[in-house]
């Protein structure tokens, strides 16, 4: 829970408060919250202090504001609650985990820093990448696209990997100056040419919905497009779906142990690359 020196009393006090502890300017919030600066220029000054229910959640969510203090924050703000608990982003997690595991498609989860929440077995098969080589909720998938022993299975790896970090910096820049967000982008610093790469992608405008990818082993080119759905719950939970251009290309292409080019085990927040 965020600590203030002077609680806040007030709505106005609050969302200031809120967005400086998140290094957040008014014009950056209001872009992810779906309003004007003026809008939130306003709400802090206290001139507007009702806002709608839709700009709450909206601020709510680029603060990347969660338990009581999202409770507190939508209750300055004239709203009883919220859609959002603890306790329902579990079940939220678990019934996608357990929606997953019943595709036929390979198919993962992800939140904003895309953290690995759960993959089903055609995934595994397919990427040759096994339970003992990520930390749930630690590992973010971008610590794949710059693993220096995975990436060649990404063709061709530099295009496709500057598309998915502008996906990655345009999913991830509300919640950037959080603790657990800072460790994860350490680990990614540490990686060959993410930082280069980091310096000369901006994040594009709007979230993509299709990705395109070819995966590679010794045997098989593989063509796929991830199918990116965001859950109407939590709005950094996200469901990917490989779907192959042929549908039978899935057959027998599974990585074995011998192809799967020696991919390290990638560590968790605390680890060191």
């Known amino acids: 829970m965020k600590v203030f020196t002077t609680e806040p009393k007030t709505l106005a006090g609050y969302l200031a408060d809120c967005r400086h ?7 950056t919030l209001a872009e992810l919250a779906g309003c004007t600066r003026q ?5 802090e000054s206290g001139s507007r202090f009702k806002p709608s229910y839709r700009i709450a959640v909206g601020l709510a969510n ?18 009883g609650g919220d859609e959002e608990s603890a306790a329902d982003r579990d079940q939220l997690t678990k019934a ?8 036929t ?4 989860i992800h939140d904003n820093l895309w953290r ?21 909720y630690s590992t973010s998938l971008m610590e794949f696209v710059f693993d220096p022993e995975f990436r060649h299975h990404i063709v061709p790896w530099a295009p496709w990997a500057q598309a998915a970090l502008r996906q990655f910096r345009h999913d991830c820049r ?6 657990s967000s800072r460790e994860v982008m350490k680990r990614l610093r540490r990686l060959p040419d993410f930082r280069q790469m980091w310096n000369s992608c901006d994040p594009v405008a709007e979230a993509a919905p299709l990705l395109p ?10 063509k796929l497009t991830i199918v990116r759905m965001q859950f109407p719950g939590p709005p950094d939970l996200w469901v990917n779906v490989f779907v192959p251009l042929k549908p039978e290309a899935l057959v027998n292409v599974a990585l074995s142990p011998q192809d799967s080019g020696g991919v390290a085990s990638l560590p968790s927040s605390g680890s060191n690359l």
Request: proline residues 4%.
């Open 21 to 27: 502890d998140g290094n957040l300017s008014q014009e």
């Open 39 to 43: 809008y939130v220029a306003q709400l």
């Open 62 to 79: 680029a603060l990347n504001l969660r338990g009581q203090d999202r409770v507190e924050f939508l209750q300055l703000a004239g709203y």
């Open 96 to 103: 996608a985990q357990s929606a997953i595991a019943s595709f």
């Open 105 to 108: 498609s390979p198919a993962y």
């Open 116 to 136: 690995l929440y759960g993959w089903n077995d055609a995934a595994e098969q397919l990427f040759g990448v096994s339970p003992s080589q990520v930390a749930l």
């Open 174 to 179: 509300a919640i950037l100056q959080l603790p």
């Open 213 to 222: 990818l070819t995966f590679c082993n010794q045997h098989h080119a593989i």
